[in-house]
C-alpha cells in the first residue's frame, strides 16, 4: 500500500485516454466553437419569430440536432480534461470558456422550444407526423406544455444555466483540489491520504487498527469543510424548489422525476421496500463479516472489509482483458468487438494521479465514442468496475448507432441497468468457470459487497437521506451541517439496526457523494439492478432470446419509458414482484456465502 499518488505529466500513457478521438489539437476546438456560433447566428436569423407551421418546425429541428452534435462534444471534451485533473488550470480555464459559451447558445436557442409551446396542439402534431427523427422530441415539448414559462423567462434561464450549476462546481473543488488529507501515523509508521486512498484502499484495510485510524483521519477532514458543503447543498436543494414552484409542480419530487417519466409510487417503493425488506438480509451480512473478522464491536468503519481478505486475486490491466471479454462475449459480436476497439483506441482512463476524479464514470459524447475514466487498483474486483463502466459505454454506442440524438438518451430510472447488467454477467462467467469453492465464495461475496451493495444499500441509503431533506425543503424549511449531520446518522441507524454501530464520523457519509447534485439519482441506481437481476434471470434460463431481447432494449435509447423499456427486456416494474424477487436472491446469496463459509 501507501503508494505514492503521481502528478498527471508522470504518468504512464498507455494506460490513459486518447481525448483526440473527439479534438486532435486546441485549434480545432477554437474552429469548433466558431461553427456552433455561426450556425446559432443562422438559425435565429431563419427561424425565430417564425415558427408558426410544421414545415418550419422540422426545418429548424434539423438544424438543431447539428448545434446538439457540436455542443455535446465540445463540452465532453472540456469536462473530460478537468476530471482527469482538476488542478490543471489551463483545463479549467477551457472548460468556463467553452461552458460560457454553450450556456449563451442554450439562451439563445430557448426560443425554439418557448415558440413551439405556444402554438395549437394540432400544428405540433401535424409536426410530429410528418417526421420520424424529430417526433420523439416534439412529443417531449408536448408533455412539457403544462410547465414552461414565459420565453423571456426561459430565456433567462437558460443564460443562467451555468450560474445554476455552480453548487456542485463548489462541491467538486472542495473535495478534489482543496481537501488535503495528508497523512496519519498508528503505531510510529506514517500512511499517505487522499479521497481515492480512502475510498479504494483505506476503506478494505484487514489491519482493525489502520483501518479505523484512516476512517478517522478522513472524518476530521472532512469536518473541517462540513459548513461549506452543507451550504453547496442547501443552495442546490432551495434552486430545485424554486425552480420547481416556478413551473408548477406540486413538490420537488413530482418535478424532478418529471424529466424520468416515473410517478412518485415507482420513486417511493425503491425506498420503502428496501429499507424494509433488505435491511435484515444485510445485518446477518454484517454479523457474518465481524464473525469472520474476530471483531469486537461491529462498526460503520468494518463496513466494507472482504469476506475472504486473503484471497482476492491482484490483477493487472492486462490481465483483466480476456475475464471482461469471456464475460460479456454472450452479448455478442458486435458488442464485444466494442469492448476491444475500448481497449485497443485507449476509451479508458486507468491510472491514479492527483486532482483525478474519484469513482468511476463513463460519459458518451454523440458523434465520438464513450470515454470511460476509473482509478484501476490491480484488484481483481476492478473487472466487476470494469465490466459495469462498459455496460454505460455498450448501451450508448448501440444508442447511437442506432437513434438521432433527440432519441439517444433514456430516461434515468434506466440509466443504471445495462451497467450492473454487466456485473452480472462477469459473476456468471467467474462462477462458470471455476470449481474451487473459495473462488465461488469470492465471486459471490463480490456480488453482494459490490454490486448490490453499492447499488442496494450505499446509494439506497443516500435515497432514502435524500427523501427526507427534499421533505424538509418541500415543507419550506432549510438544511445545515447539523442537521445533515443527524438526518444520516438516524438513516443508517435505521437499516443497520443493533447490528452495526454508527460510529461518529459516519454521519458525515454525505458529504462524499456527487449524487446529490443530480436530482433524485441515487434511488435509480437500485431500479436500474432490479430490471438487470431480472432480465438476467431471463438471460441464464431462456439464453439467446433473452439475450436478443436485451440488445434491443440498449439500441431503443430513449424512445420508451422505463415501464415500456423494462417491459421489452420482460420485467414488469408496475408491481413489486422485481423488487422483491432481487432482495430475495440477495437474501439467497448472503445464505449461499454463510453456508460456503462453514464448510470453508
Not at 11 to 34: C, H, N, Q, T
Not at 288 to 295: A, C, D, E, N, S
Not at 535 to 551: M, P, Y
Request: hydrophobic share 40%; glycine share 4%.
Amino acid at each position: 500500500m501507501g503508494k505514492e499518488i503521481l502528478e498527471r505529466n508522470d504518468v504512464d500513457k498507455r494506460y490513459i485516454w486518447d481525448l483526440s478521438a473527439i479534438f486532435e489539437r486546441e485549434g480545432e476546438i477554437e474552429d469548433k466553437l466558431k461553427e456552433l456560433t455561426n450556425l446559432t447566428d443562422e438559425t435565429e436569423k431563419e427561424f425565430k419569430g417564425k415558427l408558426n407551421n410544421s414545415k418550419k418546425i422540422n426545418e429548424c429541428l434539423d438544424k438543431v440536432r447539428d448545434i446538439y452534435e457540436i455542443a455535446g462534444l465540445l463540452g465532453t471534451y472540456s469536462f473530460l480534461s478537468v476530471a482527469v485533473d482538476q488542478t490543471n488550470i489551463e483545463n479549467q480555464t477551457r472548460e468556463m470558456k467553452v461552458s460560457n459559451i454553450l450556456s449563451e447558445i442554450r439562451s439563445r436557442l430557448s426560443f425554439i422550444e418557448s415558440e413551439i409551446v405556444q402554438l395549437d396542439e394540432e400544428i405540433i402534431q401535424e409536426a410530429i407526423e410528418q417526421s420520424e427523427e424529430n417526433a420523439n422530441n416534439l412529443k417531449e415539448i408536448l408533455r412539457k406544455k403544462a410547465y414552461i414559462l414565459h420565453p423571456e423567462v426561459e430565456k433567462t434561464l437558460s443564460a443562467l444555466s451555468n450560474v445554476l450549476e455552480v453548487p456542485y462546481k463548489i462541491y467538486n473543488r472542495a473535495k478534489l483540489a482543496d481537501m488535503d488529507f495528508g497523512t496519519f501515523i498508528v503505531d510510529g509508521e506514517e500512511y499517505p491520504l487522499s479521497f481515492v486512498l480512502f475510498e479504494g484502499e483505506w476503506e478494505y484495510e484487514n489491519d482493525t487498527k489502520i483501518r479505523r485510524a484512516a476512517f478517522n483521519a478522513f472524518s476530521a477532514k472532512l469536518k473541517e469543510y462540513e459548513h461549506t458543503i452543507a451550504t453547496a447543498y442547501q443552495t442546490q436543494v432551495q434552486k430545485e424548489k424554486i425552480l420547481a414552484n416556478l413551473r408548477g409542480f406540486d413538490s420537488i419530487f413530482d418535478s424532478l422525476l418529471f424529466s424520468q417519466k416515473v410517478d412518485k409510487d415507482l420513486y417511493n417503493r425503491q425506498i420503502d421496500l428496501i429499507m424494509e425488506y433488505l435491511a435484515p438480509h444485510m445485518r446477518k451480512y454484517a454479523k457474518l463479516i465481524q464473525k469472520i473478522h474476530g471483531l469486537d464491536k461491529m462498526t460503520f468503519m468494518d463496513l466494507k472489509l472482504a469476506v475472504d481478505p486473503d484471497f482476492e486475486p491482484e490483477i493487472s490491466i492486462e490481465e483483466a482483458r480476456p475475464y471482461v471479454e469471456g464475460a460479456l462475449s454472450v452479448l455478442g459480436d458486435d458488442y464485444l468487438e466494442m469492448v476491444n476497439r475500448a481497449f485497443d483506441e485507449r476509451w479508458i482512463d486507468f491510472v491514479q494521479n492527483k486532482g483525478k476524479s474519484t469513482g468511476a464514470f463513463c460519459a458518451s459524447p454523440y458523434g465520438s465514442h464513450p470515454f470511460i475514466l476509473i482509478s484501476w487498483t490491480e484488484r481483481m474486483r476492478e473487472v466487476f468496475v470494469l465490466a459495469h463502466e462498459l455496460g454505460h459505454a455498450g448501451h450508448f454506442y448501440l444508442a447511437h448507432q442506432n437513434q438521432n440524438i433527440f432519441n439517444s438518451r433514456p430516461s434515468q430510472y434506466c440509466i443504471e441497468a445495462p451497467s450492473t447488467m454487466n456485473e452480472m454477467l462477469m459473476a456468471n462467467y467467474l462462477m462458470k468457470n471455476t470449481d474451487d469453492k473459495r473462488m465461488k465464495r469470492w465471486v459471490l461475496s463480490s456480488i453482494i459487497s459490490r454490486t448490490y451493495y453499492h447499488n442496494f444499500v450505499t446509494h439506497l441509503l443516500e435515497a432514502a437521506f435524500q427523501r427526507k431533506v427534499y421533505q424538509i425543503i418541500d415543507d419550506g424549511g432549510s438544511i445545515n451541517a447539523t442537521l445533515l449531520n443527524n438526518l444520516k446518522k438516524k438513516t443508517l441507524e435505521e437499516f443497520w439496526g443493533d447490528a452495526v454501530i454508527i460510529n461518529e464520523g459516519a454521519e458525515l457519509t454525505w458529504m462524499r457523494q456527487p449524487h446529490y447534485y443530480m436530482g433524485l439519482y441515487p434511488y435509480t441506481y437500485s431500479a436500474g439492478l432490479t430490471i438487470a437481476t431480472e432480465a438476467n434471470r431471463r438471460i441464464l434460463s431462456e439464453g439467446q432470446k433473452a439475450i436478443d431481447d436485451w440488445i434491443g432494449v440498449l439500441k431503443s435509447g430513449g424512445v420508451y419509458t422505463p415501464v415500456q423499456f423494462a417491459k421489452r427486456a420482460g420485467v414488469d416494474i408496475t408491481t413489486e414482484e422485481p423488487l422483491m424477487n432481487t432482495i430475495e436472491h440477495i437474501g439467497n446469496i448472503i445464505d449461499e456465502i454463510i453456508e460456503l463459509t462453514e464448510e470453508l
